[in-house]
């Protein structure tokens, strides 16, 4: 069967990352039989994502939906995840923002359940994170408009999110870079967590050396390079067909 894309417009290149994104990361081991990654058609209110029932593992470009921030599917034949307004009400607060990941990373829900505990910033790929990672406090699924809302509020202008004991949710400028967060996001968490193991106090990075570190940060570069790596991987594994040429 040929799953090669139609890469002639952007509409069919945004849905070929939402697709290569989420087979990426279920192969990550961070989605697995839910969790979802959206991505906004630039400029609009028009957002790309994958549908309620399919696997993660078999997501095509054809099989993401095209729905509006009302919750209107406006392509597509399935309907869109039960807690899609995670991604509406992010994107209608967010102009900056146009990509979005939901999903229950096994150490975000858990950091929720330690007393008193925060994300802190170990390693420099986390400083997008330096000013903090606010916690939903509220335990359940997010599946009505004004959870939604609640949702963003919580969020407010920070870069991801925790719900307790559920998971995570983060915002970033473009599926290749949801990719990169979410990896990252997981990277500093299991850091966080290790450090612990080796001694009572862990020392993460402070505020100068962080500022120091994001002088010469390229985030536009970093993106690009981690993007290519994993969509490399992806191919030479078979994750992602190899006609859809995702690179950048
Ligand atoms: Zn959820």
Not at 22 to 46: C, E, F, K
Not at 66 to 90: A, C, F, Q, Y
Not at 159 to 175: D, K, N, Y
Not at 197 to 213: C, H, K, N, Q, Y
Request: hydrophobic residues 40%.
């Amino acid at each position: 069967m040929n799953t090669a894309p139609d890469l002639s417009n952007s509409g069919q290149a945004l849905r070929a990352q939402v697709a290569a994104c989420t087979r990426l990361l279920n192969m990550a081991g961070i989605l697995h039989y839910s969790g979802h990654i959206s991505a906004r058609v630039p400029g609009t209110d028009q957002i790309y994502i994958q549908s309620r029932t399919q696997s993660r593992a078999e997501v095509t470009p054809d099989s993401i939906l095209l729905v509006d921030l009302d919750g209107n599917v406006l392509e597509g034949d399935d309907k869109p995840p039960s807690e899609l307004v995670i991604h509406t009400e992010v994107y209608r607060v967010r102009p900056d923002v146009d990509a979005v990941i939901h999903n229950h990373m096994e150490l975000a829900a858990a950091i929720t359940m330690a007393k008193g505990a925060k994300v802190e910033i170990m390693d420099f790929h986390a400083s997008r994170w330096a000013g903090g990672v606010p916690i939903m406090r509220e335990v359940g699924h997010i599946k009505t408009k004004a959870d939604g809302e609640a949702l963003a509020d919580c969020l407010g202008d920070a870069h991801g999110m925790l719900l307790r004991a559920h998971g995570v949710v983060l915002a970033s400028e473009s599926a290749p870079a949801i990719l990169v967060d979410t990896l990252h996001f997981e990277d500093n968490l299991k850091a966080q967590k290790e450090a612990r193991s080796f001694g009572d106090e862990i020392v993460p990075l402070t505020a100068d050396e962080l500022a120091r570190v994001g002088q010469y940060e390229d985030r536009d570069h970093h993106v690009r390079k981690m993007w290519n790596y994993y969509a490399t991987e992806g191919y030479k594994s078979g994750v992602i067909p190899e006609d859809w040429d995702v690179r950048l």
